[in-house]
């Protein structure tokens, strides 16, 4: 069996790969923004970063409920 990966196999890979990349970048530079608008608004870096952190947190969690209820409906 030949597990070498077509030339648009290889490309469709890249641009997912891409995708997951520009995604984390995206919310990386959201997340910079909201702490420092928070610092404004608080006053205080070390709370401003634990709201931040917090609400990250809090955005896992719910997607992993949500993602979650609905798993069982997947077969793949």
Excluded: E
């Excluded at 990966?5 to 890249?14: E, T």
């Excluded at 997951?20 to 923004?33: D, E, H, K, P, W």
């Excluded at 917090?54 to 949500?66: E, M, P």
């Amino acid at each position: 069996m030949d597990w070498r990966l077509s030339s648009s196999s290889r490309s469709n890979r890249f641009i997912l790969y891409l995708l997951f990349f520009s995604s984390g970048v995206g919310a990386l530079v959201f997340q910079v923004l909201w702490h420092r608008r928070l610092t404004l608004l608080l006053g205080n870096t070390a709370q401003a970063a634990a709201m931040t952190v917090a609400v990250f947190f809090l955005g896992l969690v719910i997607g992993g409920r949500y993602w979650g209820l609905r798993a069982s409906r997947f077969t793949n």
